[in-house]
């Protein structure tokens, strides 16, 4: 199944009102070839976790929220780090957010997810990941944690203890647990715009997002 993710929001009643939607426009999908693997290709280790995206080009598996106040752009590569700059300016009472998708979810014995990345200002982002551990929407719950980026030119590799997640007050998860193999989303959102409701311009470079079977 193919999802335009900004068309499927957009049937979301919730998530109009949280998140800036562009106005739509027809747009033009070409597809070549969809194959069907024996085998489900292996994601570089980073250590002995799993990359969920390496930001490369072009980019895989993210979607952007935030509509046309969103510029994404492929800076040349610091060596051979692939990035993409993300430049946003994001008006009160919505957020933008980088979803990514995991389809065959996350490895159980993930202790953290680690983020390489750098950005103009100090900024907080909020971190989600959605389970889905059956059909329905009952069978979804969603997980928090935050982090914060301090400003300035050099990268960062932040790490965030699946510990620190903790179950969205707007879910209930049947089994009370975090089922990291069944984590389906990992999504990275600024929402000083929605919970201050002000105004927040900013510049984020992400280079990897992974996880790592290490405990900080
Ligand atoms: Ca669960
Ligand atoms: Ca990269």
Redesign the pocket.
């Given at each position: 199944m193919l999802v335009d993710l900004a068309v499927f929001f957009r049937t979301m009643a919730e998530a109009n009102d949280m998140f800036y939607l562009p106005v739509q426009v027809e747009q033009t999908l070409w597809l070549d070839e969809l194959k069907l693997l024996s085998e489900t290709p292996e994601d570089e280790p980073a250590d002995d976790g799993m990359v969920i995206n390496d930001y490369s080009s072009p980019l895989r598996g993210v979607a952007f929220l935030g509509g046309d106040s969103i510029e994404v752009t492929a800076p040349e590569a610091e060596g051979d780090q692939a990035h993409v700059q993300i430049k946003y300016s994001v008006p009160a009472g919505t957020l933008m957010a980088i979803i990514h998708q995991v389809p065959g979810g996350l490895p159980a014995d993930t202790k953290a997810l680690t983020l390489r990345a750098r950005c103009d200002e100090d900024a907080t982002f909020f971190i989600n990941m959605e389970?889905q551990?059956d059909r329905g929407d009952e069978n979804k719950?969603g997980y928090n944690a935050s982090i914060t980026i301090s400003g300035g030119p050099d990268w960062q590799t932040l790490t965030v203890p699946i510990a620190e997640f903790t179950l969205g007050e707007e879910h209930e998860?049947?089994?009370?647990?975090?089922?990291l193999e069944?984590v389906q989303m990992v999504m990275l959102a600024n929402i000083r715009s929605l919970v201050e409701n002000v105004d927040i311009e900013g510049v984020l470079y992400l280079d990897e997002l992974a996880t790592t079977t290490e405990a900080d």
């Open positions: 389970e551990t719950a998860d049947l089994n009370g647990k975090l089922d069944h």
